[in-house]
């Protein structure tokens, strides 16, 4: 069974899963905060290239984003998006091509 995974180049780690409520623009292992969380994580596993390149580039195109929320007095909330451009291209990504093997014939997806 083929699928495919994205590596950070730089630093050999898989892109993981995503988490509830949190995409993947907040991930960047050559960020020394998200090394961590990079080396923990469940990969992502794509089941076409295509789909994996649409990944990478959508990744390359999103700096990483961070949602500031502010509460008034008299409560009422204000929200705000903070870009902070980290340096991001898709040469810092590579598809990864995997062989799932050793499942039993009845598995079935």
Do not use: C
Not at 89 to 101: G, R
């Amino acid at each position: 069974m083929i699928f495919y995974v994205i590596m950070h180049k730089a630093t050999g780690f898989l892109m993981p899963q995503a988490k509830k409520n949190r995409g993947y623009s907040h991930w960047n292992p050559a960020i020394l905060n998200n090394k961590m969380e990079s080396a923990l994580g469940i990969p992502r596993l794509l089941d076409t290239r295509r789909k994996a390149a649409n990944v990478v580039s959508q990744w390359a195109s999103q700096p990483n984003l961070e949602v500031r929320r502010s509460m008034s007095y008299e409560g009422s909330e204000d929200y705000s998006l903070d870009s902070k451009p980290d340096g991001r291209t898709k040469d810092d990504l590579a598809v990864i091509e995997v062989n799932i093997t050793g499942l039993p014939e009845e598995a079935r997806f």
